[in-house]
Nanobody, 123 residues
Framework: QVQLQESGPGLVKPSQTLSLTCTVS??????????WSWVRQSPGKGLEWMGV???????YYSPSLKSRTSISRDTSKNQFSLQLSSVTPEDTAVYFC???????????????WGQGTQVTVSS
């Protein structure tokens, strides 16, 4: 049973960089049929997909966040991370990491999620 757990600071100052890490247990992040994503949820915007990193380290981001978002991985630790720069209070949300199960090039789903972690952007 794969498990994902987010970790990182719960409070970030405006203009700083939000940094979170997702630790994956019970499965490797290297198989080609999985990718690893970040999603956030806020009252005003609902669920928002942020980006994903694939088994070979390729990254894809939401157009609205691409300029501020970076996803990376550490295969030795079975972890992947999120960096969101220049944050504002509008970035306050619950942040989730999630596994993407890829059935085909055009067919995938987020099948396992972490519990989510609250991040507040405030001065």
């Amino acid at each position: 049973q794969v498990q994902l757990q987010e970790s990182g600071p719960g409070l970030v100052k405006p203009s700083q960089t939000l940094s979170l890490t997702c630790t994956v247990s019970g499965g490797s992040i290297t198989p080609s049929y999985y990718a690893w994503s970040w999603v956030r949820q806020s009252p005003g915007k609902g669920l928002e997909w942020m980006g994903v990193i694939t088994y070979d380290g390729s990254t894809y981001y939401s157009p609205s966040l691409k300029s501020r978002t970076s996803i990376s991985r550490d295969t030795s630790k079975n972890q992947f991370s999120l960096q969101l720069s220049s944050v504002t209070p509008e970035d306050t949300a619950v942040y989730f990491c999630a596994r993407v199960a890829i059935s085909s090039y055009s067919d995938s789903c987020l099948d396992f999620w972490g519990q989510g972690t609250q991040v507040t952007v405030s001065s």
